[in-house]
């Protein structure tokens, strides 16, 4: 049975730091490509960060310079740190593992308020 564990979230003010981590069971991440995706209020889901099995990494535009997605293959882990946060980062965050098949975490929530 495959799992995606997200943890991490909270709140946390404008400007600040939450790092975000995906722990799996089930699946070797080195395997899949990892995705961090997040869904805001009223708005589709949207893909923030990947990282690809030769470890490529790619961002969206909006968070390009301020996180940063990486891989821990002996801890079966892929993280997301996510600096000079900004009100509009607040989401619920998703982890995902693609390849043949899609896996998804329960989603953790980030909050960014004053």
């Known amino acids: 049975q495959v799992q995606l564990v997200e943890s991490g979230g909270g709140l946390v003010q404008p400007g600040g730091s939450l790092r975000l981590s995906c722990a799996a069971s089930?699946?070797?991440?080195?395997?899949?490509?990892m995705n961090w995706y997040r869904q805001a209020p009223g708005k589709e889901r949207e893909l923030v960060s990947g990282?690809?099995?030769?470890?490529?990494?790619n961002y969206a535009d909006s968070v390009k310079g301020r996180f940063i997605i990486s891989r821990d293959n002996n801890k079966n882990t892929v993280y997301l740190q996510m600096n000079s946060l900004k009100p509009e980062d607040t989401a619920v965050y998703y982890c995902?593992?693609?390849?043949?098949?899609?896996?998804w975490g329960q989603g953790t929530q980030v909050t960014v308020s004053s």
């Open positions: 995902n593992a693609h390849w043949s098949y899609d896996y």
């Open positions: 990282i690809g099995r030769g470890g490529s990494t």
């Open positions: 089930g699946i070797l991440v080195r395997f899949y490509v």
